[in-house]
C-alpha cells in the first residue's frame, strides 16, 4: 500500500532512514522538510502496518521565483524489499500526484539507469543548489510533467533543509 504520511507514522519514517541509508545521516533533512516545511509530498510505502519505502518531493523553483517544480529525494527502500518494484511504485504514485497539483517539472540527482525508466533525462539549465562531483554530472536529472513549460534556467532554489553542502558532495 502507497499513501500520503500523516504525523502518526514521523516515527516509523525516523527509524526508517538509518536502515535503508546505513551510511548517511538523513534524518535532520527529512524532519526539517517534514515538520517545517509547507508542501512538501511525504508518500511511503507499507507492507501490512511496517513502513517499507519513503520518498519526500519538496516544493522548489529557480531564483527567478518560478516556483512550479519539486525535488525527488530522498527515495529509500528496506534492504528486503529491495528490487520488488516498491521503490518505483512510490516514485510512480509521487510523479501522478505531483502531475495533479500541476507542478511543472521534477528534479532528482540520482542513478541515470534507475531514473531514466520514468523518463528523467540529464538537466543542463537548473544548476545544483550546491556544487555536487565532477563525476556526478549526468547524476542530475529532470523531468518535465504533461507538456508543462520547464522552469526557466537558473539556479535551483530549495529550502533551508537542502541548503547544507554536504549533502550534494557525497
Known sequence: MI?????????????????AFPDEDLRPVVTGLIEGEAGVLSLAAFD??????????????????????????????LPPFQLQGVGSGIVRAGLERLTS?????????????????FGFAGELNIRTPCPIPEKWGDAWQSLVLNDQVPLAAGRLALPTPWMNPALWEG
Open 3 to 19: 499513501r500520503e504520511t500523516t504525523a502518526n507514522d514521523f516515527e516509523q519514517i525516523l527509524a526508517f532512514y538509518p536502515v
Open 48 to 77: 501490512k502496518d511496517a513502513l517499507i519505502g519513503h520518498v519526500l518531493f519538496t516544493p522548489c523553483g529557480t531564483e527567478r521565483a518560478d516556483r512550479s517544480g519539486a525535488l525527488l529525494g530522498p527515495l529509500g527502500v
Open 101 to 117: 497539483m500541476g507542478v511543472a517539472q521534477v528534479f532528482v540527482l540520482g542513478d541515470p539507469a534507475y531514473y531514466g525508466r
